[in-house]
Nanobody, 130 residues
Framework: LQLVESGGGLVQPGGSLRLSCTVT????????IGWFRQAPGKEREGISR????????????AASAKGRFTVSRDSTDQLVMVYLQLNNLTPEDTAVYYC????????????????????WGQGTQVTVSS
C-alpha cells in the first residue's frame, strides 16, 4: 500500500488548508485512514480517522480537531482519496501532517495510537505564521 500526502504550505493564522492523501495498492478500500501530525520536539498526535466504507465510514476526531478540522473520503476503482480540511488555523497547528492506513487488526487499541497503522505517507508540512 502506498500513501502520498499533499496540500501543505504556509498559511496565516485564521486561514485554511485542505490536505489530501492518495492511497493506492492492494485492498486499499478496506483500510481505515488516519491523519496524524508531529511538531518539532513533540510526539506524533492523532488528529482524525475515517473508517472504510464497509465499516460505514465512521469518523473520529481528536479534541484539538473538533469543530475546526473535517475529514472526508472518496474513491474510484484505482485509488482512495482522503481529505483533511483545516480551518481557523493557529500557530500551534504547525507540524508535519501524515496520513496512515489501519488494516483493522489491532483490536481495541485506541484509534489515535500510531501502532495501529501499518502504512505511512512521507508527510506534508503545514506552517501557520504571520
Amino acid at each position: 500500500l502506498q500513501l502520498v500526502e499533499s496540500g501543505g504550505g504556509l498559511v496565516q493564522p485564521g486561514g485554511s488548508l485542505r490536505l489530501s492523501c492518495t492511497v493506492t495498492g492492494i485492498a486499499m478500500h478496506r483500510y481505515a485512514i488516519g491523519w496524524f501530525r508531529q511538531a518539532p520536539g513533540k510526539e506524533r498526535e492523532g488528529i482524525s480517522r475515517i473508517k472504510d466504507m464497509g465499516a460505514g465510514g465512521a469518523i473520529d476526531y481528536a479534541a484539538s480537531a473538533k469543530g475546526r478540522f473535517t475529514v472526508s473520503r472518496d474513491s474510484t476503482d484505482q485509488l482512495v482519496m482522503v481529505y483533511l480540511q483545516l480551518n481557523n488555523l493557529t500557530p500551534e497547528d504547525t507540524a508535519v501532517y501524515y496520513c496512515a492506513a489501519d488494516p483493522g487488526l489491532a483490536g481495541n487499541m485506541p484509534w489515535d495510537n500510531p501502532e495501529r497503522y501499518m502504512y505511512w505517507g512521507q508527510g506534508t508540512q503545514v506552517t501557520v505564521s504571520s
